[in-house]
């Protein structure tokens, strides 16, 4: 049996970019590599090195995925100030999914690093499920946790009504902040 070979710098890039355009949903980097033949870490750096050229390239916990500019439906957003424990995570993210919402981020504020944010990318309960799953099988911890609960979500959906049903559904949970 014959050894596949390495695919090496610019053409290995290229078939990375070409692999995330065609696929509509996130590819996970052992993926990559392995259709590059290469090790993960080596897709890690090439990643890095495609968004330095701006490639709108993000890692969620599913996977890389690459941003397309939106098609004719324009999404509107909204920043979201929410509280809750951690084991409450899942309940808050499939009650957005459930509304029709898309939770692109979490951001909070730590006192010694400022703004942190993390994508999160989750449009259904499967996509809940599976970053669930993550945060359980890496023992990842949660970024609410560096702030006793309190964290902001960018929220998408295809109408504001959609967000403001949303946001009513949160407050009624007890998962918003009352500003």
Known sequence: ??????????????????????????????????????????IVNDITLLKAKNEPIIATSQGYLYMRPSSSTTLVERTIACSHLP??????????????????????????????????????RLQVKHFMEKIKKTNGGYLLELTNGIHLHTIQAETEKVLDEAEKAMRRANFLINL
């Open 87 to 124: 084991e409450e995570t899942e309940d808050e993210l499939n009650l957005l999914v459930d509304h029709g919402v898309t939770v692109k981020d979490v951001r909070i504020e730590h006192p010694v690093y400022g703004d942190l944010t993390a994508s999160i990318m989750v449009s259904n």
């Open 1 to 42: 049996m014959k050894a596949q070979k390495k695919i090496l710098g610019d053409e290995r890039r290229i078939l990375l970019l070409n692999l995330l355009k065609s696929s509509s949903t996130p590819v996970t980097g052992g993926e990559l590599a392995a259709k590059a033949n290469v090790s993960r870490q080596v």
